[in-house]
């Protein structure tokens, strides 16, 4: 069974940078499609950026420019640099994962999927 720890968060100001870590257990990064998603008091879980297994890479529009996803299939670890943090991006972030090789598949999970702890991102101004 597939697991993800997702780790690296913590407190920064606006302006600022971090780089948030998910390692994968019971897989291969190298066989998954891996997404980054965030969570905001009072909204709903959004999607954050997405490498599918396939090679595509995308992020949302309200962080592009600013986070880059990445993985190293060595460490069966995927990466989020975030720069540039703005109070709008504070928010607990997981990752997630999809067995095929969609990118499009990644935008879809919600709710009825399962979650890990996540870590969490708070932005001062």
């Known amino acids: 069974q597939v697991q993800l720890v997702e780790s690296g968060g913590g407190l920064v100001q606006t302006g600022g940078s971090l780089r948030l870590s998910c390692v994968v257990s019971g897989g291969r990064t190298n066989d998954l499609s891996l997404g980054w998603y965030r969570q905001a008091p009072g909204k709903r ?9 396939d090679g595509i890479e995308g992020t949302a529009d309200s962080v592009r420019g600013r986070f880059t996803i990445s993985r190293d299939n060595a460490k069966n670890t995927v990466y989020l640099q975030m720069n540039s943090l703005t109070v709008e991006d504070t928010a607990v972030y997981y990752c997630n994962f999809d067995l095929g090789g969609s990118y499009f598949a990644l935008l879809g999970k919600g709710e009825g999927d399962d979650w890990g702890r996540g870590t969490q991102v708070t932005v001062s101004s």
Request: zero cysteines.
């Open 45 to 53: 879980r959004e999607f954050v950026a997405g490498s599918s297994r």
